[in-house]
């Protein structure tokens, strides 16, 4: 089971057919069971029974899950795959770093800049981005791919923890297909 934390402002909100939708979707055309939860109700139960976890992106001005970085601690103890998309590359900056502002609305080139797994193959390639900041790198994290203006791709040193700025689920969807072959071999 995978499960989708939906980082919108409010549980149920419009928000979440834009940016949790699409993410649920692919996995299950991928062949996997995604479980959505909004981020104020995740619990012990649905972080025990999943295989890996995908954080969602938000709207521009929806930053919400920021004002709770306690919220996310359990990334720490985690030990399974997790994917932070855009806010949630914002999310996991918040629970092992900071962010600062970089804004970027539509397509940008993507340079990778270290081997992994998830990008393999690929040394650039054309990204959708939104968002209003980028991470300050955190200690123990790497950047796996910049754009001209951000760092777009980040993963940590030993967890399987990634972050991405931009959203595949618009385009690319194949990072979170390649996300859930991760999971599967983990």
Same mark, same amino acid.
């Given at each position: 089971m995978i499960l989708v934390i939906d980082l919108c402002y409010r549980e149920g909100s419009l928000s979440r057919d834009e940016f949790v939708g699409p993410v649920a979707r692919i996995l299950? %055309?991928?062949g996997a069971s995604p479980v959505v939860r909004h981020y104020t109700t995740v619990g012990a139960p649905d972080l025990e029974a999943a295989d890996g976890a995908v954080l969602c992106g938000t709207a521009l001005k929806d930053r919400g899950f920021a004002e709770h970085p306690?919220?996310?601690r359990w990334l720490s103890a985690f030990e399974r795959p997790? $994917? =932070?998309?855009?806010s949630g590359m914002l999310a996991l900056a918040a629970a092992f770093g900071g962010i600062e502002p970089c804004p970027g609305i539509g397509m940008t080139d993507v340079r990778v800049v270290a081997p992994d797994?998830? $990008?393999?193959?690929? %040394?650039?390639?054309?990204?959708? %981005? $939104?968002?209003?900041?980028t991470v300050q790198i955190p200690d123990r994290f790497i950047p796996l791919a910049v754009s001209d203006r951000c760092v777009q791709a980040i993963r940590h040193r030993s967890l399987p923890l990634y =972050?991405? $700025?931009?959203?595949?689920?618009?385009r690319n969807e194949w990072i979170i297909e390649r996300f859930l072959r991760l999971v599967e071999s983990a």
């Open positions: 299950r %055309e991928a306690g919220r996310f997790v $994917l =932070g998309i855009s797994p998830l $990008l393999a193959g690929k %040394e650039t390639f054309a990204a959708y %981005e $939104l968002h209003e900041c =972050g991405l $700025l931009f959203h595949p689920e618009v």
